[in-house]
């Protein structure tokens, strides 16, 4: 999590390094080096805490608390499978038979991508988790 955050992070670590050290260069890049080091080296403590939220979620008495992931990752698929697939195929049995053409297919925002990567990637981290912390209670 924090490795895909770096790119982020990166650019507003260097700003602000360089706004309280302007004139000494090295200590600059020395303090942006570390703070670079930090945020890497506390990547695991990060994301084992995020797989305890997921685990936690899906072990939770309450059915939304524990299903909202997946369901938010079915409706994600259901719009991608319309999209891609089911859509495309409509509008050309339309056009073959009519000879008319009806858009179906909808732009998708970026941050529909962006989440389902990371809903993806917390399950499988949270799925990891829950194998792991299996294996360990045996």
Known sequence: MIAALLPVLGPIVKDVVGRVLP????????????????????????????????????????KITATWRPILMLVITAIVGWNYLFAPLIEL???????????????????????????VGGYIVGRSGEKV???LKK
């Open 23 to 62: 004139a000494d260069k090295n200590a600059a890049q020395k303090l942006e080096s570390e703070l670079n080091m930090a945020m890497m080296s506390n990547s695991a403590a990060i994301e084992q805490a995020a797989a305890s939220v997921v685990i936690a979620e899906a072990k939770s008495e309450h």
């Open 93 to 119: 049995i339309v056009q073959l038979t009519t000879n008319n053409q009806i858009p179906l297919t909808i732009e998708l925002p970026e941050e529909l991508w962006t989440l389902l990567t990371v809903g």
């Open 133 to 135: 912390a299996g294996k």
